[in-house]
């Protein structure tokens, strides 16, 4: 903590205890508010067009509450602003309106505290509509200053432009309430994301889908290549594991007989941060029985452009400085065949080592366990996904990439999976569901022996779930789609940290000041 913020927090705490020597009650239960600040500024303008001000120029008297954000004294009066919920609005304070004892308690306000005020509206010289005090009650003490930023504006245009205190992304993802507090389009983010939720719910309920709830806590993780976090429950005196995927729960609702269903929740995976990847996510993952992976790839294409229109009023959008447009029908490539084009050669065909040669030759990246699978989802990472900007579905994995979906029809070697990829990302991934509980028993065991070498990412065996495929489960579409990456793309966030509210951080270095 540097000298500077120790004397003002010092100074803060000495403003409190004046507070309550003076009486004033600095951390009060509630106050009756009457408008938020849109409503002023909205309910003003209606009485000005309409002609119902009073002779004085004053609208109705309101109750307004917030947190000051400017605040500048003028001897025998002072002016304010406070920000809410809906926006900001200029306060005045006169030692006539307030008396002397209401007014002198002014110089015991910080930026950041939080006021109410009640008042009539009116319009000041200079055109700001403002709500002239007649009486203010402290409603929170701030005893920590905000990173306020230095305010201008321009005096050709009149914009306001905020220069910010607190521009370092990491202390802005520690301290999101302060980031929240001072940055309005971080605001603006949380109403994006929920705007987006809403939209894929909207989406999914309106074609008959059935939101319902899943276990996170888990004897047995899967429905992905991930590796779990593991957890210890006393009473039941066993290990249990944050859930890495919705999936085998969902499937088992199908086999009981609900056709279509789907979760939004929160998944967990024990790997890396970076730009795209944070290990508590949250994943939208849906069903449809009797439905298969073409039929899934026009349920997302029909998805993607509603959640799009619905979060920005349009079938197009920039990201990163790239035009990415969602009218036009969705480009469709071949996992192999993409991938093959870029090394010269079938992949198919290649042997294990030779693909471990290549991905040494373009990434530098040495695997000696995980197989065939990894090695060749590590190459078309490392070579195609990043041209992947205009949304495309990756079609025909192979079969040692998708433990969980149906053969190829006709091609033995390949499933029924896609991805889609917008911005050079995976977006979503899909399956002709695998239903064949034989045939299911056979990947997982595959899986077993990969785990056994070495591959810690690999499919454990699930024999509930495999018990739930012998009673019997229709032909079945599913999708899961990352819905923290879908934020970033409507919101145009180069970082998923910047879409999650509490991202997951290292243990600060001591206190942060």
Known sequence: ????????????????????????????????????????????????????LDESGDGDTVR????????????????????????????????DALGEDSFKDLELLDLGDWIGV??????????????????????????RPLPIGKEEVDPDTGERVVYSAFADPRTRYRQRYADLAVHPEAREMVRMRTRTISALRGFLDSRDFLEVETPILQPIYGGAAARPFTTYHNALDTTLYLRIADELYLKRLIVGGFERVYEIGKDFRNEGIDRSHNPEFTMLEFYQAFADYYDMMEVVEALMRHVVRETTGATALTYQGHEIEFASAFRRIRFQEALSEKLDGDVSQMEVDTLRAHLRAHTGEEIEEGGRGRLLDKLFGALVESELIQPTFVT?????????????????????????????????????????????????ESQARLAEAGDEEAHPIDEDYLRAMEYGMPPTGGVGIGVDRLVMLVTDSSSIRDVILFPTLRPEEGRAG
């Open 396 to 444: 025909d994995y192979p079969v040692e990439l998708s433990p969980l979906a149906k053969l190829k029809r006709g091609e033995p070697t390949l499933t029924e999976r896609f991805e889609l990829f917008v911005a050079g990302w995976e977006l979503a991934n899909a399956f002709s569901e695998l239903n064949d509980p034989l045939d299911q028993r056979a990947r997982f």
């Open 118 to 143: 009640k008042g009539p509206v009116f319009r000041t010289r200079t055109g700001e509509v403002t709500v002239r005090a007649g009486s203010w009650t402290l409603l929170s003490k701030s005893l």
């Open 1 to 52: 903590m540097t000298q500077e913020l120790s004397q003002l927090l010092r100074t803060r705490r000495e403003k409190l205890a004046a507070l309550r020597e003076r009486g004033i009650e600095p951390y009060p239960y509630a106050f009756s508010r009457s408008h938020r600040t849109d409503e002023v500024h909205a309910g003003f303008t209606r009485a000005e067009a309409g002609g119902s």
């Open 64 to 95: 307004v509450a917030g947190r000051i954000v400017s605040w500048r004294s003028h001897g025998k009066s002072a002016f304010g602003h406070i920000e809410d919920g809906g926006g900001r609005i200029q306060l005045y304070f006169r030692l």
